[in-house]
């Protein structure tokens, strides 16, 4: 038997990178939140809205992998998932530091977090499976964005630096750890065409789920600032997701590649993007 046809060699472990836990501050000034990009509601709000996502998002994350834990035997993969939940719970504080600096300004910001939390408790009651396929389909969703913020510099080009460091960081790390859920999948689950079924479903329907929260929640914040009707903020955003920049429009076709029966996250491989996160430490060092 060849080693593509096994159904159960589970990944590429040639391409494995052990993500490192790193425990860093970023301090974002709380006073900035509404203004931190560009001096630009609708872009601020725009990430701002994506934060709400993250600390009840990235604790789903680390229960689902951490269900399976016992299910692993390659010490390497073990190794990884430890340093995945090490980093998820990290990202998962910062992110909690700054959501309240969004609380104080948007208080209903904070039902929102409280309402995504509560979905994810319904998933947590759905098959442990289940759980891991919405978990590595949320992971991809977040590699390719993470992608995209690290290759399109004009994203932050004039954000507040605490805020673009806090962003710049997670968007590394995620990449850093970006197969590990997917590789836990792969061990646990194979590629087999049910587990193919089930991996497709669940990014097709967090995917839509995601977007019919998100929008809702980033019009609602723009609404409590009073910028619904503010054109030039509308034309900025579009012109970042749709238009010249096109950072959602570009992401399509990432996010399609999941749907290859052989897809694994380092297919996309942005390995020397990680290259940063030196000099990200050194900055950090340097301001702290
Ligand atoms: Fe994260
Ligand atoms: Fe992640």
Same mark, same amino acid.
């Given at each position: 038997m060849t080693r593509q046809q096994q159904p159960h060699t589970p990944y590429d472990s040639a391409r494995r990178i052990i993500p490192t836990q790193r425990n860093l501050h970023f301090n974002v000034p709380a006073e900035q939140i509404a203004s931190w990009n560009n001096h630009s509601m609708h872009l601020s709000h725009f990430l701002n809205s994506l934060s709400i996502f993250f600390p009840v998002g990235e604790r789903f994350f680390i229960d689902s992998v951490r269900n399976y834990r016992d299910a692993i035997a390659d010490p390497d993969l073990k190794r990884a998932v430890k340093a995945f939940i090490g980093q998820e719970a990290m990202h998962g504080r910062e992110h909690e530091q700054y959501n309240e600096a969004l609380f104080r300004r948007v208080p209903a910001a904070r039902a929102m977090e409280k309402m995504v939390d509560r979905l994810l408790r319904l998933v947590q009651k759905l098959p442990k499976s289940s759980q891991l396929s919405t978990t590595i389909a949320l992971e991809h969703f977040t590699a390719i964005l993470a992608d995209a913020l690290l290759n399109e510099p004009r994203i932050l080009e004039n954000a507040e630096p605490h805020y673009a460091r806090l962003w710049i960081w997670h968007?590394?790390?995620?990449?850093?750890?970006?197969?590990?859920? @997917?590789?836990?999948?792969?061990?646990?689950?194979?590629?087999?065409?049910?587990?193919?079924?089930?991996?497709?479903?669940?990014?097709?329907?967090?995917?839509?789920? @995601?977007?019919?929260?998100?929008?809702p929640f980033y019009l609602r914040i723009l609404g409590h600032e009073r910028q619904l009707s503010n054109a030039r903020g509308w034309r900025e955003i579009l012109r970042y997701a749709f238009g010249e920049i096109g950072v959602l429009r570009k992401l399509v076709r990432p996010w399609a590649d999941y749907f290859r029966p052989s897809f694994h996250p380092w297919d996309h491989d942005n390995q020397h993007q990680l290259a940063r996160l030196k000099s990200l430490t050194n900055e950090l060092e340097r301001v702290a």
């Open positions: 968007a590394l790390e995620e990449t850093e750890h970006k197969s590990v859920a @997917f590789d836990v999948w792969l061990a646990v689950r194979g590629r087999g065409p049910l587990a193919y079924l089930q991996r497709s479903m669940g990014l097709i329907v967090a995917t839509i789920i @995601f977007w019919a929260i998100a929008i």
